[in-house]
């Protein structure tokens, strides 16, 4: 929620996550379609499949945010 606020309540972004159990709660996937958000997590046993866009957000956030 503090994240939504922040960004001025955002639609339609894509929110990325790894399968750890709050991301899967019904509660945060509620607050996820509540929002129009589109939820992007890796698939179950692939801890790779979603290594290029966690890359890019590493490569992002040192370059960009802390660089």
Same mark, same amino acid.
């Given at each position: /929620?503090?994240?939504?606020?922040?960004? *001025?309540?955002?639609?339609?972004?894509?929110?990325? $996550?790894?399968? =750890?159990?709050? &991301?899967?709660? /019904?509660?945060?996937?509620?607050?996820? *379609?509540?929002?129009?958000?589109?939820?992007?997590? $890796?698939?179950? =046993?692939?801890? &790779?499949?979603?290594?290029?866009?966690?890359?890019?957000?590493?490569?992002?956030?040192?370059?960009?945010?802390?660089?």
């Amino acid at each position: /929620r503090m994240a939504l606020r922040r960004r *001025k309540m955002p639609r339609g972004v894509i929110v990325h $996550s790894d399968r =750890g159990s709050q &991301y899967c709660s /019904r509660d945060y996937q509620s607050l996820i *379609k509540a929002h129009n958000l589109e939820c992007s997590m $890796s698939a179950k =046993g692939n801890c &790779y499949d979603n290594a290029c866009a966690e890359t890019f957000f590493h490569s992002l956030k040192v370059e960009s945010i802390h660089g």
